[in-house]
């Protein structure tokens, strides 16, 4: 990891906005039912390089959480007026009065981890960020290749609890924009994206990065209390955007994995289009044992084409996909269907409140890393007389975790199992909380 010093001076910003940054793609910001965990290295780093997300998601509904690693006690080493201690104490107050500013709703959870030694003890940064993470939707947190150790302890420990929950993973820069070159290829341009901040958000952020005093201006006039950050470095923190780099965005189980798939195509797997999709719709509709249901759950609904079908049978439909095209599509296409609700959401890590009658797993499973908790999440969801209907693609696919039959064997229960329909290329299973035939439940057989 290449050394650099904090008092060198930084690239006017006016050379990084006449390179690639200013053309990167919009990125999706967080809104209401997002739950959004920003995770810094050490007391500002969350303000410089996320406050302004921060602020629009909290405006906008969202759950915030802000998790402090460290409390930046080693950031004047040599200080013959502060303490480490009172480094610590004053920069506490500095993140605090900070989110004041962007968030005042937003939680705020110091971990109290050594400063400059994160690396030593990234097991137990990894195991607590996970935990205050579970809900997330989107995790954020320092960009790995930033040249800091610390911040690339925090990059392995956000990916890995953003894989636990299922949830998104964006990485802010925060000293490339002072050790970085504007004219060489420095971020990963094809995996970096921006937030666009408006007005009120800008303002949020300014007065943010005005309260961490004990950074951007002198302890003291004494050697050792001089500035961390100084005025060319911060104004790469005034920009009306902020620049995220996208982790692991060629993984399948990874939101951003279908986002780009949207991107590229209106229907990715031609559902609409196909005779092969239609058929096996028409085959899973056919396999269900009731002729109406009052309320099902439907994840992974894309386009809406099987939730339209779930809707003329069910009073009432929960439908959720990860794609923000997907739900605005399949929304477009159910508005005349006052008993859907479409929502983005992820499983299995979150799954919506209340009971249902009708679980349906279609070519969604697979993406699933954790199997055993998706099936404690079918299951448990089910009422007493409830469904649980599983269909998945059976050829090798790079991009899947898992392949049809793993998912089928962990959601498989002996005696439940009413329909096995196997084809070459997909599976079809039912299974119902009773366990009886359509012909026993409908009095065909006493």
Do not use: N
Not at 49 to 57: C, N
Not at 118 to 146: H, I, K, M, R
Not at 370 to 387: C, F, H, K, N, Q
């Amino acid at each position: 990891m290449t050394a650099f010093r904090h008092g060198d001076a930084s690239p006017a910003d006016a050379a990084w906005l006449a390179g690639p940054l200013r053309a990167t793609p919009l990125l999706e910001a967080p809104t209401a039912g997002d739950h959004v965990v920003v995770l810094a290295a050490h007391p500002d780093d969350e303000t410089l390089g996320a406050g302004g997300l921060i602020a629009g998601a909290s405006a906008r509904g969202a759950e915030v959480t802000v998790v402090v690693a460290t409390d930046g006690e080693a950031s004047h080493p040599h200080s013959p007026t502060h303490s480490p201690q009172a480094l610590a104490t004053r920069r506490r107050g500095e993140v605090a009065h900070a989110m004041q500013q962007v968030a005042p709703a937003a939680g705020v959870r110091f971990l109290g981890l050594p400063d400059g030694r994160l690396s030593e003890v990234v097991e137990t940064l990894t195991d607590q960020v996970d935990a205050l993470a579970a809900s997330a939707t989107l995790v954020v947190a320092p960009w790995e290749g930033d040249r800091h150790p610390d911040h690339a302890a925090c990059a392995r420990a956000a990916a890995a609890a953003a894989r636990q929950a299922g949830a998104r993973c964006w990485q802010y820069p925060i000293w490339a924009w002072h050790w970085g070159d504007p004219e060489t290829d420095l971020l990963p341009w094809d995996q970096t994206g921006r937030v666009e901040l408006g007005p009120d958000e800008q303002d949020a952020k300014r007065r943010a990065v005005a309260a961490h005093v004990s950074q951007h201006s002198a302890l003291s006039d004494h050697a050792g209390d001089e500035a961390i950050i100084g005025p060319d470095m911060v104004a790469h923190f005034m920009r009306p955007f902020e620049t995220f780099v996208i982790a692991a965005a060629g993984d399948a189980a990874a939101p951003e994995y279908f986002d780009r798939l949207y991107a590229q195509a209106a229907d990715p797997w031609g559902l609409g289009s196909r005779f092969y999709e239609l058929r096996k719709r028409d085959l899973l509709l056919a396999a269900l044992p009731r002729p109406d249901f009052a309320r099902a759950f439907e994840p992974g609904c894309a386009t809406g084409l099987l939730t339209e079908e779930l809707a003329r049978r069910c009073r009432q439909v929960v439908a959720w996909d990860v794609a923000a095209a997907a739900v605005e599509r399949a929304g477009r296409r159910l508005a005349g269907h006052p008993g859907v609700r479409v929502e983005r959401g992820v499983i299995p890590h979150r799954w919506p409140d209340g009971e249902f009658d009708l679980v349906v797993l279609s070519e969604v499973g697979y993406y699933c890393r954790d199997l055993d908790l998706l099936a404690e999440r079918a299951w448990g969801s089910l009422r007493a007389d409830g469904v649980l209907v599983a269909c998945h693609w059976r050829h090798a696919a790079p991009d899947h975790p898992h392949d049809a039959d793993a998912v089928h064997r962990a959601l498989d229960r002996p005696g439940r199992r009413i329909v096995s329909h196997v084809e070459d290329d997909f599976l079809l299973d039912v299974w119902t909380a009773t366990g009886r035939s359509v012909a026993t439940e409908t009095g065909v057989l006493a």
